[in-house]
């Protein structure tokens, strides 16, 4: 059967730290304060990627009280929620998703954005879409903070590709 999930995430914006949206780092005088990289548009992935599948979300697997965590990449953690995925018998169809910021624009850098994600989840990068809209100044959304969201569809894994599957 076809699953949908949707996730959703945002983190601060603050000095000293390195903002890195889809496990890149963008050149900006903030970033995003978080136990991990602070990886919005990731974490949001990881959410729906999870909820579509009924798999709880990424705080149960991966809480933030747990050392292991601090200051991870979070494609670590994408990479081992797509892991989780292909055992329960998923795999990726497409991904959409938007970031709400202001600054840094970041439409220069979205190819490789999507590079890294496909690269990641090993699937076409033509099956991941990335957009970006500020939030009109209304609330602090966008300036005093980047929130992400992703909806993803997964479909059902062919049986011969379940054999391959190391578990
Ligand atoms: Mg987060």
Redesign the pocket.
Known sequence: MFKVGIGY?I?RLVRGRKLILGGLHIPFKKGLL?HSD?D?LV?ALCDALLGAANLGDIGIHFPNSDKRYKGISSLKLLEAVNRKLSKAGYKIGNIDSVLLMDQPKINQFRQEIIGNLSAVLKIAPQAISLKATTNEGVGSIGSKAIAGYAVVLLEPRAQSEKRKTKT
Request: net charge negative; no cysteine; charged share 15%.
């Open positions: 995430d983190h978080a602070g919005v974490h």
